[in-house]
């Protein structure tokens, strides 16, 4: 299967594809590549990523920066459960946990309770803070909670 996935991605890389499958399963990857290949016959792109979304969250050694760029990082397990543990560790208004790239994608894989995902992903869609050597693992948005208090005015 890997050599169908474009070459700059983490499932390129034989490691990063078995890493995935030992996840996902390897007969549930081999059942969804088919399906997104079919789908993309029809114009939809992403469907294996989206059934498969380990195949999408795990990163190989070309896709994280040090120290962790000799390690199959693999996708969070509780995303939900670490982003309210975030906003109540740090008092903050709300936290989430995403998985955004420099392609215009963006995920929010995990948010605490108040936030809206949808809203959160469009806001971090052109990846504001950076990609490569910004090391941005962590974020803050300004004014996120005076956006919502004047949203919900209208």
């Given at each position: 299967m890997r050599r169908f996935v474009p070459g700059e991605g983490s499932m390129a890389s034989l490691y990063g594809m078995q890493a995935a499958m030992n996840l996902e399963g390897e007969w549930k990857m081999m059942f969804w590549f088919f399906?997104?290949?079919?789908?993309?016959?029809?114009?939809?792109?992403?469907?294996?990523?989206?059934?498969?979304?380990?195949?999408?969250?795990?990163?190989?050694?070309?896709?994280?920066?040090?120290?962790?760029?000799?390690?199959?990082?693999?996708?969070?397990?509780?995303?939900?459960?670490v982003a309210e543990n975030i906003k109540q560790r740090m008092g903050c208004y709300g936290a989430v946990v995403a998985d955004v790239n420099d392609l215009k994608r963006s995920a929010v894989l995990g948010h605490s309770k108040g936030l809206n995902p949808k809203e959160i992903?469009?806001?971090?869609?052109?990846?504001?803070?950076?990609?490569?050597?910004?090391?941005?693992?962590?974020?803050?948005?300004?004014?996120?909670?005076q956006f919502v208090k004047n949203r919900n005015k209208d």
């Open positions: 399906i997104g290949f079919l789908a993309k016959l029809v114009g939809k792109n992403g469907v294996w990523y989206a059934k498969c979304r380990q195949a999408s969250l795990t990163d190989d050694v070309t896709g994280t920066m040090p120290p962790f760029d000799k390690c199959i990082v693999y996708g969070p397990a509780e995303p939900d459960k992903a469009k806001i971090l869609i052109d990846n504001p803070f950076g990609n490569a050597s910004q090391k941005t693992p962590i974020v803050v948005i300004k004014n996120y909670a």
